[in-house]
């Protein structure tokens, strides 16, 4: 994407629903499930074989938006969403959505630690 372009949260959540659409394609879901039960609950086999293959899918998707193929874009794809979804909460709650695909829900503790 080049660094003119300006990429709003509109923007963001089309991709995101992109990923999301792509993420559920019935391959795509088979692979998942495939390597989530390969993972178990094991945070880095999750790491090691679940989020590779999200992140392949969200290369495949954000390249057709512009995005530079491979580690480049994806960088830059992360950054982007991380700076609109804190003042878009559709994009956070799509960014969550992609997440949840490799990350475990995370519990915030409100209570101060002691």
Same mark, same amino acid.
């Given at each position: 994407?080049s660094?003119?372009t300006?990429?709003?949260?509109e923007?963001?959540?089309?991709?995101?629903?992109?990923?999301?659409?792509?993420?559920?394609?019935?391959?795509n879901?088979?692979?998942l499930?495939e390597?989530k039960?390969?993972?178990?609950?094991?945070m880095?086999?999750?790491?090691? +074989?679940?989020f590779? @293959?999200? /992140?392949?899918?969200?290369? %495949?998707?954000?390249k057709d938006?512009?995005? $530079?193929e491979?580690?480049?874009?994806?960088?830059? +794809?992360?950054?982007? @969403?991380? /700076?609109?979804?804190?003042? %878009?909460?559709e994009?956070?709650?799509?960014? $969550?959505q992609v997440r949840?695909?490799?990350?475990?829900?995370?519990?915030?503790s409100t209570?101060?630690?002691?």
């Amino acid at each position: 994407m080049s660094d003119n372009t300006e990429f709003t949260s509109e923007n963001a959540r089309a991709v995101l629903s992109s990923v999301l659409e792509a993420i559920s394609l019935p391959e795509n879901a088979a692979k998942l499930g495939e390597a989530k039960d390969n993972a178990g609950n094991d945070m880095l086999k999750m790491m090691q +074989f679940v989020f590779p @293959i999200v /992140m392949q899918i969200e290369m %495949d998707v954000i390249k057709d938006y512009g995005f $530079a193929e491979g580690r480049e874009g994806i960088v830059h +794809f992360a950054q982007v @969403i991380r /700076m609109l979804e804190r003042e %878009d909460p559709e994009v956070a709650h799509l960014h $969550a959505q992609v997440r949840a695909n490799f990350l475990p829900p995370v519990s915030i503790s409100t209570e101060p630690s002691s």
